[in-house]
């Protein structure tokens, strides 16, 4: 399968703090997304991103799909105590049946 | 409410004893798909299913069945599981194979001793 690299595995930040993540791939992807998971439950879709450059932003999320489309780049402004979670990237090739996941990175807000 | 939902949340088996993992979704999706989740290795998928009575095999398909007879329905086998078995399991289901959003159930943690 697809490897995609994520960093870093772990963050811990002070509430209010600026955080940043990357994912990378060694295949170009046509589609990238990044889902949030918390404790007990599944991941849940933050952002998709469609074409090379793009930049998205949901609420405090933004994201960007990278030049070579074979690296994104997630970033959170002024953390909050809810935003704890582990974040995935994933990418989707271009037949769209599968998605690969990245190995997540484990964010964790002091307050 | 949309959602998928699987059966059970949680589970202690041991080895050989055959289980099955039930996925449901309330969306009428035609895309669903089975994957583990373990430390430092991310979601990899299991198997996939495009349509009823269609699937295929995902990245790490070795020890599980699976089976499509209904569009709502994608229960996960495992015919004699080992303790390499012992992972956090996700059912996810989307509308179509190429839709972007994939909507996950809550995860079902496995133990085989």
């Known amino acids: 399968g697809q490897q995609l690299n994520q960093s870093p595995q772990s963050m811990f930040i002070q509430e209010g703090e600026d955080v940043s993540m990357n994912c990378t791939s060694s295949?170009?992807?046509?589609?990238w997304l990044w889902y949030k998971q918390e404790p007990g439950e599944g991941p849940v879709l933050l952002i998709a991103?469609?074409?090379?450059?793009e930049l998205t932003s949901n609420g405090r999320l933004t994201a960007q799909f990278g030049i070579t489309r074979k690296d994104s780049f997630l970033n959170i402004s002024a953390s909050i105590p809810s935003d704890v979670g582990i974040y995935f990237c994933?990418?989707?090739?271009?037949?769209?049946?599968?998605?690969?996941f990245g190995t997540g990175t484990s964010l964790t807000v002091i307050p | 409410e949309a959602q998928v939902t699987q059966n059970p949340r949680y589970l202690i088996t041991v080895t050989g004893k055959k289980l099955t993992v039930t996925c449901s979704q309330n969306?009428?999706?035609?895309?669903m798909s089975w994957y583990r989740q373990d430390p430092g290795l991310g979601l990899r998928q299991i198997y996939y299913?495009?349509?009823?009575?269609?699937?295929d095999k995902g990245d790490v398909p070795e020890g599980y069945k699976v089976s499509r007879k209904e569009k709502r329905n994608f229960p996960l086998i495992l015919e004699s599981p080992s303790p390499n078995q012992t992972s956090l399991y996700f059912c996810?289901?989307?509308?179509?194979?190429?839709?972007?959003?994939?909507?996950f159930g809550p995860g079902t943690r496995l133990t085989v001793l």
């Open positions: 295949s170009i992807f046509n589609t």
């Open positions: 969306m009428n999706h035609e895309y």
């Open positions: 299913s495009m349509n009823v009575e269609v699937t």
């Open positions: 996810a289901s989307r509308r179509l194979a190429g839709a972007r959003e994939q909507f």
């Open positions: 994933a990418g989707q090739l271009g037949n769209g049946n599968q998605f690969y």
């Open positions: 991103l469609y074409k090379a450059g």
